[in-house]
């Protein structure tokens, strides 16, 4: 399982494409928001946030500096 595409819809929002079809709506801002750590609250600047990749099918920011479970990605849940 990899991530294929990724969208962003709204704010801190993707829209996620998974290899074997499955599409999930993706917020991460109540995730952020709550982070204590001001490197990871960092990616509530919409500019930033934005700036994710795709790196050998999995979703990360900034060469790893922000990365999530692939199954809490595939469920649409940040924990």
Request: net charge neutral; with cysteine; hydrophobic share 45%.
């Amino acid at each position: 399982m990899h991530v294929q595409a990724v969208h962003h819809v709204r704010a801190c929002c993707l829209r996620i494409e998974f290899s074997d079809g499955k599409v999930t709506e993706v917020d991460f801002e109540p995730f952020l928001r709550v982070s204590a750590h001001p490197a990871i609250r960092r990616y509530l600047q919409p500019r930033r946030f934005k700036q994710f990749t795709i790196t050998d099918g999995v979703l990360q920011w900034n060469d790893f500096d922000l990365i999530f479970p692939m199954a809490d990605l595939y469920d649409g849940v940040i924990r």
